[in-house]
């Protein structure tokens, strides 16, 4: 039996159904879930992931693919499980080891092997064969426990797992480590981060990732974006957050519009990839000296591209992953939604915004009828304003003193174009007529 035969005879099942013969499965969000077969299940435990072609099950931990489970539960070797799963696909049977003449219907195969020879042409071959290395070493890892229940299901998801001792000696810096999968936007496995198991060992680095280069480059690749895509689309923004752990409470609590940086500095390379999803950027990193430095770099970088860009904050020395530990996941899911409340623009400040657009276009509009149109639309702006700042008890928004006739409307100051302290509307605009109100003291 060869590794294109397995390959072919796994794209062809669907897990799910595979499953769904021997225990009732329930859609639960992107999983599909019901009672584990291999021990006494009372609630159910069993994780199905259609979309990568994997179980997991989160009370006895056994895991694995469509071969794995059916290995499992009839007590048969993979060539058994292989033969059987063929036959009941409608696929020629696997007879044995020897039999590497065996092949699926001539009418399939040909259709698959047009589509592979024709995707291998446009991936360089060192891609491939790394992928295949990297799926080995993954297929390698011990399941790795999370520290806490609320998170434990969505490390499962994301393949977390904890390196052995005893590994290739391609792997040996990553032995008795905590690894984390990092996929490329189409779901490549293009590397790993290895990071150590306590932070109080000190004197091994915290991270050790692959080698750069194939599909492995870390100023190209957004932590989470292959699982975040849809949701990213979806919800019309992403959360970026400073580390894979972070990344991973975000998407337990309901967050999966979140993604991380591999580990680096924000590049041309992840704003390019963002802005295939998104404009709209919510940048929650680390609540730490480090953590404001870099965030004060990241948002201009971002608003200089053109994306709107807001500080989402954390309580001090908190990251979203410490955060959810200490709130749990419902405590932890309000302080974001209100966090990200909070950044949102007040209507005073839309009006506002709308207003200091407008003064702008003025003193460049020719036309009289524009000007006029214009203006109704900024004195409908600034009765609203003054009406909420009335509503509320308190003082005008701001002091409109400024808009007086007979003054330069705009000013230069340090090779910006600005308001200026005191004075207003261009002069050929002052003969319209205002509300007296808008004209000031």
């Known amino acids: 039996m060869t590794k294109q035969e397995i390959q072919e005879l796994k794209a062809s099942l669907s897990i799910r159904e595979v499953i769904g013969r021997y225990t009732k ?51 048969v070797g993979f060539v058994e499980a292989a033969n059987k ?24 195969l040909a259709i698959k092997e047009k589509k592979e020879n024709s995707d291998a042409e446009q991936l360089p071959v060192v891609n491939s064969q790394l992928s295949i290395e990297n799926e080995a070493f993954l297929a390698l890892l011990l399941p790795a426990g999370s520290g806490c229940s609320e998170l434990t299901p969505t490390w499962l998801d994301f393949g977390v797992g904890q390196s052995p001792c005893l590994v290739p000696e391609r792997w040996k ?19 790993f981060a290895a990071r150590r198991l306590s932070d109080e060992d000190r004197d091994k680095p915290k991270y050790v990732n692959s080698e750069t280069g194939g599909l492995y480059r870390k100023s190209e690749l957004l932590y989470g974006l292959y699982e975040a895509r849809e949701a990213i689309r ?60 870099a965030a004060d770099a990241v948002v201009p970088t971002l608003a200089g591209e053109g994306m709107d860009a807001v500080r989402i904050g954390l309580p001090e020395g908190d990251d979203p992953d410490s955060l959810f530990r200490r709130l749990g996941r419902e405590a932890f899911a309000a302080y974001v939604r209100e966090a990200v409340r909070q950044t949102r623009p007040s209507e005073e ?61 705009m000013k230069k100051e340090n090779g910006k174009t600005v308001p200026p302290r005191s004075g207003g509307w261009d002069g050929n605009i002052a003969q319209m007529s205002r509300p007296k109100w808008l004209l000031g003291a």
């Open 25 to 75: 499965l329930n859609r639960v969000g992107r999983r599909w879930m019901g009672l584990c077969p291999f021990h006494g299940d009372r609630h159910p435990s069993l994780s199905v992931n259609e979309e990568k072609g994997s179980f997991v099950c989160y009370a006895c931990g056994e895991r694995g693919d469509v071969f794995a489970f059916v290995s499992k539960i009839e007590n």
């Open 234 to 293: 979806r919800e019309g923004s992403v959360f970026l957050v400073e580390g894979y752990k972070d990344v991973l409470a975000m998407h337990a609590a309901g967050f999966r519009h979140t993604v991380a940086l591999c580990g680096t500095a924000l590049c041309t390379g992840h704003i390019a990839l963002l802005k295939r999803y998104t404009t709209s950027v919510r940048v929650m990193l680390d609540a730490d000296k480090a953590g404001r430095k």
């Open 85 to 108: 799963l063929s036959i009941d696909s409608g696929q020629l049977a696997i007879e044995g080891k020897d039999n590497k003449e065996a092949r699926l219907l001539p009418e399939r």
């Open 349 to 409: 400040q839309v009006l506002l915004g709308r207003i200091r657009k407008g003064i702008g276009l003025l003193s460049g509009v020719a036309e009289a009828e524009k000007r006029e149109r214009l203006l109704r639309v900024l004195e409908d702006c600034l009765t609203q304003l003054k009406g909420l700042s009335v509503g509320a008890c308190r003082p005008a928004t701001m002091d409109w003193r400024w808009v007086r006739p007979g003054r330069r409307m």
């Open 173 to 191: 810096a990553m032995r008795n480590r905590l690894v984390f999968p990092v996929r490329d936007e189409e779901g490549r496995l293009a590397g």
